[in-house]
Each structure stands twice: as C-alpha cells, then as structure tokens.
C-alpha cells in the first residue's frame, strides 16, 4: 500500500517561489507511480496542476502553470517535487500529491484515475 506525505508549503509574497516534496512510503517504490499535483482552491474545483510519468519521459503542465512551475522526481530518494516560481495570489491553494495504479500514465491527470493521496499541503500567496 502506497502512502503519500507532503510538505513544503507556506505563505508567500506574490512572485516568490515555492518548493513542494511528495514522499511515497511503501511498497512498490515510487518509481512504479506516476504522480501528479492537484490544487483546491476555496469555492473551486480541486484541479491538475502537473503530471510526471513513471519513467519520467513525459509531464503535463496546467496552462495556467505552465513556465513558472517544474516537476521533478528522484526516485532513489522516493520523491517527486513542485518548484513553484513567479507564484501569484491565485495559486493559494491546498496542494495534493497523488499516485494512480502503477506504471499508468495518461496525457491529462483525471482526477478519478487517481488511487492514493496525500494529506494536503497549503500554499498562500499572499502580500
């Protein structure tokens, strides 16, 4: 059983920057999984903000992400992560990480595709 744990977030002034860990505990290893990173903003749908393949050969961004966050991985230490740069007041959000069924991947993140979650971290973007 694969467990999910954030953390990284915080209160931030608009245009600074934010770095979000996911660790998997469990077995299989992280590397099996692709992950994504949801948002859920307050009166808002929780959305897709990144994807990351298991293999790490292919990602999906949200538009409204796009050029301002990364998404990486390091499998050797279990970890997938969210750089978050230029942020602005409507990033405020609780961030999730996520992981599907092993070895899947899609070309957008379904939110009902996905099996395990984390708590949540939040992010404030904030003057």
């Known amino acids: 059983q694969l467990q999910l744990v954030e953390s990284g977030g915080g209160v931030v002034q608009p245009g600074g920057s934010l770095r979000l860990s996911c660790k998997g505990y469990g077995y299989p290893p992280l590397e099996y999984y692709s992950i994504a990173w949801f948002r859920h903003a307050p009166g808002k749908a929780r959305v897709a903000v990144s994807c990351v393949s298991s293999t790490d050969r292919d990602t999906y961004y949200a538009d409204s992400v796009r050029g301002r966050f990364t998404i990486s991985r390091d499998d050797a230490n279990n970890s997938v992560y969210l750089q978050m740069n230029s942020l602005e007041p409507d990033d405020t959000a609780v961030y999730y990480c996520?992981?599907?069924?092993?070895?899947?991947?899609?070309?957008?993140?379904?939110?009902?595709?996905?099996?395990?979650w984390g708590q949540g971290t939040q992010v404030t973007v904030s003057s």
């Open positions: 996520a992981a599907p069924r092993p070895h899947w991947y899609s070309d957008y993140p379904w939110e009902g595709d996905f099996e395990y």
